[in-house]
């Protein structure tokens, strides 16, 4: 049987397929982004295709956290539009 691969949000931590979910990264030498492709090189970190999950990440700024650096606002907004289109 063919295991689909699932990653884990970084907000509720439920382990998803990966295509339930958004992949934030950072490169080592540049600012933290949205990644569409799935497949840029550096630290990633997941987050589910839901406003919910996005709402809360946003209020504590859970990607500084995660990342450990400063993030920009307009991740936030980036991840609003995505959900918002699907
Ligand atoms: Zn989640």
Do not use: H, W
Request: proline share 3%; aromatic share 6%; glycine share 6%.
């Amino acid at each position: 049987m063919k295991k689909v691969p699932e990653r884990r949000c970084v907000i509720c931590y439920e382990s998803k397929p990966k295509k339930d979910l958004i992949r934030i990264v950072k490169p080592k030498d540049e600012g933290v982004s949205v990644d569409l492709t799935g497949k840029k090189a550096g630290r990633g970190a997941y987050i589910c295709n839901s406003l919910e999950c996005l709402e809360k990440a946003e209020k504590s700024n859970r990607f500084a956290k995660v990342f450990e650096t400063e993030v920009d606002k307009k991740i936030y907004l980036e991840l609003r539009d995505l959900i918002g289109s699907k």
